[in-house]
């Protein structure tokens, strides 16, 4: 037993113990037997009506992402073979696209998506692609010297890991997620210093100082993210758009009114976007608003990506604000096969996890009763609830 006075750090007991604590009390304790203090210890091969578990996940990952604010919008993570990467949400809206200094078209994007806060690191490239392409090396560096194509193939062999519908975004989503809110030429205002973007600080925007030029990437989340939680939307690399280039493509929606969805497709092998500047470029071609392309099979030391997955009726992950008519009881859904704490666990059909049989023929999100949440819950077959914790981002399997 230590006294207050001792600091001791991440204490654990011995392995050599025959019994194991419990805590927290049960359902048919005393109010003293539940305190946060009371300790408790049993048979570790003993079962009980009373007793349960929960888990924990602890990250080896040196992710060097800023504090986020509690106010940003939803955060969730996915795990693919060990790499964690984080996703925003980005709500439904409308924006005017394009620069006040050009034509502009007005947008409305009527779903809502989840968009990597990142662009694609070098480590999550190797999980998934098993090489690195990139010239500039580091595990939390972006993944750069990738063409379209090439990101067309990560996308594939994600999915199959994963199970999520993942994309490249449309130019529309990746300058309403870049400008979250924002109608200023950059998401930090009218100006974009080098503290706030990695770029050529020797070219900084219109009349304001110079600053610093690095020349080579910096690890992603180096600079403060965006109003959505999104970092380096500005510099560090390009990033590929699944739309196709069309210079006067506000010139052509301009008489159309409000344009839904937009998105151009003018075959596979003609220039493709890409947006938000890199490493190597002054501030200008960094602006919300501006727009570049390069041939799908061009490979740069400045051009990267990022992906996005946009739920539906049938999506693994949905929201709130998304798929009213699917809220269900708990207590209605009998197989629920696994599925993960803090990402997704990759199960085939048929196979068995703790009893359970799982399935997946059809994917779902489920709702509590009371509130929106992921849940993490399983049943035996008969119905029994057997575990579940709430307020977890996870993916539900269940049969019909």
């Not at 990467?85 to 050009?102: A, T």
């Not at 600080?201 to 304001?208: E, R």
Request: charged share 20%; net charge positive; hydrophobic share 30%.
């Amino acid at each position: 037993m230590t006294t207050g006075s001792v600091i001791v750090y991440n204490p654990v007991g011995t392995e050599k113990d025959t019994f194991r604590m419990l805590r927290g009390g049960c359902w048919f304790n005393n109010a003293q037997d539940c305190r946060s203090a009371f300790r408790l210890f049993g048979n570790p091969a003993f079962r009980n009506s009373n007793f349960g578990f929960r888990l924990v996940y602890v990250s080896h990952h040196d992710v060097s992402y800023h504090d986020r604010d509690n106010d940003m919008k939803e955060f969730m993570k996915i795990t693919v073979r060990s790499v964690v990467q984080g996703l925003r949400w980005i709500p439904p809206g409308e924006f005017l696209m394009g620069s006040p200094d050009n034509v502009q078209s007005r947008v409305r994007l009527t779903q809502g998506f989840w968009m990597f806060d990142t662009p694609v690191t070098q480590e999550l490239w190797k999980a998934v692609m098993g090489i690195n392409p990139s010239r500039f090396v580091g595990d939390r560096l972006p993944v750069s010297r990738v063409s379209w194509f090439d990101c067309q193939d990560f996308i594939k062999r994600i999915k199959e890991i994963t199970s999520l519908d993942f994309r490249l975004p449309t130019e529309a989503e990746w300058e309403y997620a870049c400008r979250a809110g924002t109608t200023t030429p950059f998401n930090t205002g009218d100006n974009l210093t080098t503290k706030q973007a990695n770029y050529n600080g020797n070219y900084p925007y219109i009349n304001h100082p110079k600053g610093t030029y690095i020349g080579k990437t910096t690890p992603v989340g180096s600079y403060p993210p965006n109003g959505w939680g999104l970092y380096d939307m500005h510099g560090n690399v390009w990033e590929w758009c699944q739309d196709s280039y069309n210079r006067d493509i506000h010139v052509s929606r301009k008489n159309q009114g409000i344009v839904e969805n937009p998105v151009v497709k003018e075959g596979t092998f003609t220039p493709h976007v890409v947006r938000g500047g890199c490493w190597f470029n002054d501030a200008q071609y960094c602006r919300s608003a501006y727009r570049y392309s390069d041939y799908p099979g061009y490979r740069s030391n400045g051009t990267g990506f990022r992906l996005v997955f946009v739920p539906s009726d049938n999506a693994i992950v949905s929201h709130p604000s998304e798929n009213p008519g699917s809220k269900k009881s708990l207590t209605e859904i009998k197989s629920v096969a696994v599925v993960c704490s803090e990402g997704v666990s990759y199960y085939e059909i048929g196979s068995t996890y703790n009893g359970l049989v799982l399935d997946r023929i059809k994917d779902k999100s489920i709702r509590s009763e009371n509130c929106f949440q992921p849940v993490y819950v399983g049943f035996t077959a008969d119905g029994q609830r057997v575990f579940e914790a709430i307020n977890v981002p996870t993916i539900i399997r269940f049969k019909k």
